[in-house]
């Protein structure tokens, strides 16, 4: 689109850009600026400009002027979306994606160390799960474990069928990031900054040949403790004294070797009285430091083999588990690969708009939602004040959602829930259905409307607050009138 580009809002210390298409050459024509003028840059916060509110902005677009903190604002008020190109001022890729209603984090193994290394240095719990095809299918059948697993700060993708997975829904993982991998590196990186690692689980032989084997091959690294508990349930454990245990040691790093889902429902019980920055379910990760089990060949590894390794070293234990994720792998996990991978493709541009309308807040979202519209989405929230309001997300003209945005959706859900907020979809079509029911992303996330303007019937009546809803209800139910 030609013409020259003009600022219209540089008031705020935020500054937010985006090419935006508000008026439409007759009425860029009615107010004298000519028709030569058809895209505008908008700086200062995502949203509040309106098209019904002209009078203050075609000023501006004429003159090249600045407007005021107080026309955004009754801009804002006004609850025209302006529309927001996608594309402009991207970056970061992909983050995350969403299999099976499970978040995986893109993120590659040095990517992980650090990150880890920065949560330390951070008040507060945070959890991070290694997830496989085995946690993927115990967590469809367990809302407990699902919810734990959204809820993470990190999960990291411990499996070659997740790479796969994701290289086929077109949002490809960097890499596999295996937790029988990432202990050694968290060894070095406790040897390197002095982090302080507490074992937490398996056998007590186990644990100690574990902990002889990283001060042997890392000279330095700080154990602040282990502690093996007698096997048996979370209710017959004795957890006072392993977390005042655990807090004496004042460690950086907790490795819990419950198994899955133990491990992970373990850390979420206690996550108000953990205070360790990271805490990480490592599975049978001590066994292999101990010795105890042997990893597969490199070339094994890397081709995402290893599990035929350990099949052929415990055929009786594995055999089951390896069965039934197959049978998942088939039953699951290919229905949604086929429902992402099979959605149009459209080559129009895809944008978004965010406005406030009453109490809620409304973002429209136009062709493809995913890559750099995801991002932008994220950047757009970002620069809200708050998000104390429901979000209704307008999907009447989305043609297609790729695994990384539902991956950013469960994110936000999460967000949403901690803030008793609910999250509205209108407007889905019979494919965005399917997709999202493929994925698993539960009806306990999302509310549905057929229109906004129910949705917005529904918020203004003051329902009762979101909150965790029964999977045994119809799934993805519209609401209207209730």
Known sequence: ????????????????????????????????????????SITGPVGVWSSRQKSELDIQMCTGGVASRESASTAYRD??????????????GLKRIAILGVPIDNLSM???????????????????ATANIDFLMKAIGDDELMDILQRCDLVLPDGMPLVWASRIMGTPLKERVAGSDL????????????????????????????????MRNYPGAQIAGR???????????????????????????????????????????????LHVPVCIGVGASLDFLSGTHTRAPEWMQKSGLEWMHRFYKEPGRLGGRYTRNAMGILRHLSLQ??????QPRTSALSRISVFQENQALVITLVGRFTGEVVEEFDQALEKLEDLDSPMILDLNLTTSIGADAMGFLVDLSSKMRDRNQDIWLVGMRPSLRRLFRTAFLQERLFRLAPKVADALRRIDSKAPAAEPRSTTRPFLKEEVGR
């Open 1 to 40: 689109m030609g013409g020259p580009v003009h600022p219209v809002y540089d008031g705020s210390t935020e500054r937010f850009e985006y090419d935006a298409i508000l008026l439409s050459g007759a009425d860029l024509t009615a107010t004298g600026c000519g028709t030569d003028i058809a895209q505008i």
């Open 79 to 92: 609850g025209t979306p302006s529309i927001l190109q996608a594309g402009a001022n991207m970056g970061g």
């Open 110 to 128: 040095d990517e992980t160390i650090e990150a880890l290394d920065k949560l330390i240095e951070t008040d507060g719990f945070h959890q991070i």
């Open 183 to 214: 202990l050694p590196r968290l060894a070095e990186l406790s040897q390197r900054k002095g982090r302080r690692l507490f074992l937490l689980g398996a056998t007590e032989e186990r644990s100690r040949d574990a902990a002889a084997w990283i």
């Open 227 to 273: 502690f093996s508990p007698p096997f048996g349930s979370i209710d017959d454990m004795d957890h006072g004294s392993i977390l005042r245990m655990i807090e004496e040691s004042d460690a950086d790093i907790l490795l819990v070797a419950f198994g899955n889902p133990k491990q992970e429902k373990w850390l979420a019980m206690h996550r108000s009285r």
């Open 337 to 342: 690969m086929l429902a992402v991978s099979t």
